[in-house]
T-cell receptor, first 112, second 117 residues
Framework: SQQGEEDPQALSIQEGENATMNCSYKTSINNLQWYRQNSGRGLVHLILIRSNEREKHSGRLRVTLDTSKKSSSLLITASRAADTASYFCATDADSGYSTLTFGKGTMLLVSP | DTAVSQTPKYLVTQMGNDKSIKCEQNLGHDTMYWYKQDSKKFLKIMFSYNNKELIINETVPNRFSPKSPDKAHLNLHINSLELGDSAVYFC????????????????FGQGTRLTVV
């Protein structure tokens, strides 16, 4: 069953601009995670935010979580061409075992 | 050292054949997963194993049979391959939140691109 839905599906920006991606989910969660996938590669973990946290930072990444709206956003500041990739949110459901369910992803294109 | 390794990276085979994809993780994680990524990049969980026991089986045809000989390995065997099975299959692992205090970050293999002709 699909849990997360990312928005937008695709985003095209210039280097130096900020990129914002949103994720909505349906059930209660332990945490929400964001992953990055370069073309033809596996997914790489970026950042995790727990259900009792509202905001988290890691370098140029800022993640927010609103459990009342069941939504999260990922902000990449001062984007670079190397940030071009697909970004996925994944929810870890509150089900006793760790079960990551992914959304459809946002394809980000950063042009030089 | 590769944390999660899966083989082969590419697999081209004819309809009706049986094939296996192997996955190994050297991270000491308790949970392993198989995901299928279709042409639209949608990642769908297929199976989840915790300490060699099946936890999740998401409406996957019974032609797909996971096997976990030990908690470091989760192999995927597919019988009677069909054209619709063509996709990229990812293996992943994570540690139990009880062990990590809530950090259930998953580590992914590089994927196996399966093409059924």
């Amino acid at each position: 069953s699909q849990q997360g839905e990312e928005d937008p599906q695709a985003l095209s920006i210039q280097e130096g601009e900020n990129a914002t991606m949103n994720c909505s989910y349906k059930t209660s969660i332990n945490n929400l995670q964001w992953y990055r996938q370069n073309s033809g590669r596996g997914l790489v973990h970026l950042i995790l935010i727990r259900s009792n946290e509202r905001e988290k930072h890691s370098g140029r990444l800022r993640v927010t979580l609103d459990t009342s709206k069941k939504s999260s956003s990922l902000l990449i500041t001062a984007s670079r061409a190397a940030d071009t990739a697909s970004y996925f949110c994944a929810t870890d459901a509150d089900s006793g075992y760790s079960t990551l369910t992914f959304g459809k992803g946002t394809m980000l294109l950063v042009s030089p | 050292d590769t944390a999660v390794s899966q083989t082969p990276k590419y697999l081209v085979t004819q309809m009706g054949n049986d094939k296996s994809i192997k996955c190994e993780q050297n991270l000491g994680h308790d949970t392993m997963y198989w995901y299928k990524q279709d042409s639209k990049k949608f990642l769908k969980i297929m199976f989840s194993y915790n300490n060699k026991e099946l936890i999740i089986n998401e409406t996957v045809p019974n032609r797909f049979s996971p096997k976990s000989p030990d908690k470091a390995h989760l192999n995927l065997h597919i019988n009677s391959l069909e054209l619709g099975d063509s996709a990229v299959y990812f293996c992943a692992s994570s540690q139990d939140s009880v062990v990590t205090g809530g950090n259930t970050e998953a580590f992914f293999g590089q994927g196996t691109r399966l093409t059924v002709v």
